[in-house]
């Protein structure tokens, strides 16, 4: 039974197939088409296509696995494989997911600058303050 790994990031995924692979990860990026770096500088948002050359090179790795960490990285070829049609749903529910999270990071950015500001203008005030004062 393959040992189920869940690791953080895609990046650290395509890291473990590297190993799994006995390759470096400039090998895979070329294998996938992409640039030498690819893999090293992979973020969440990667394509179908992509997910598409990886099953393609390596059937064997199991893509559920690839999009969301979770179960085993090989996938066991007496069970019946995933239908692509279901994981590429997966997927977009993850992209979705990653959306919505990017879009509240946003937001919560915006209101730390805003409390920013408003500490920067309270302490100018209080500056003001203190200066008139020192000059009475």
């Given at each position: ?23 470096t990860a400039n090998k895979l990026s070329l294998?996938?088409g992409m640039s030498r770096d690819y893999i ?97």
């Open positions: 039974m393959e040992k189920e790994l869940n690791t953080g990031t895609i990046r650290e995924r395509m890291k473990q197939i590297c190993i799994l692979k006995g390759i294998d996938l090293r500088t992979i973020r969440e948002n990667y394509s179908v296509d992509l997910l598409r050359k990886i099953n393609g090179i390596y059937p064997d790795i199991n893509l559920m696995w690839l999009i969301t960490g979770d179960g085993p990285m090989v996938v066991d070829n007496n069970l019946e494989k995933m239908d692509f049609h279901k994981l590429m749903n997966l997927y977009l529910q993850e992209c979705e997911k990653n959306n919505t999270l990017m879009e509240e990071k946003n937001e919560l950015m915006q209101e730390v600058l805003k409390l920013k500001t408003e500490v920067v203008e309270l302490m100018r005030k209080q500056l003001e303050k203190y200066e008139s004062q020192a000059t009475i």
